[in-house]
């Protein structure tokens, strides 16, 4: 299982720095079917994408993404909810591994 990015060129910039290999530059018309396609690859373990771009998509796609164990999203930026790693750890491992 990989680490994946998607996001715009100054999201994704400091996670190829990072040697991050399965990095997604994209825009907007590009983001939609970008996120389908990761979320059928298999080698995908673990998908990080920018709170803006998520809400960006379609309520489905963005309900599928909250739902989703394999892989899983985390977000960074932003002021969503959703951004909490400690809560997608919980949901992809069943165990809080805080506690």
């Known amino acids: 299982m ?12 400091g ?16 983001l939609e079917s970008t996120v389908n396609g990761a979320l059928k690859d298999p080698v995908i373990g673990i998908l990080v994408m920018h709170d ?13 993404l909250n739902e989703s164990v394999e892989p899983t999203i985390v977000t960074l930026g932003g002021t969503g909810e959703s951004s909490n790693l400690r809560d997608k750890i919980k949901q992809s491992v069943g165990v809080d591994l805080w506690k």
Request: charged residues 35%; hydrophobic residues 40%.
């Open 2 to 13: 990989e680490l994946a990015v998607i996001g715009d060129s100054e999201f994704v910039t």
């Open 15 to 30: 996670f190829r720095l990072a040697g991050i290999r399965n990095i997604f530059e994209v825009s907007d018309d590009e």
């Open 52 to 64: 803006n771009d998520i809400n960006k998509l379609p309520e489905n796609l963005r309900d599928t």
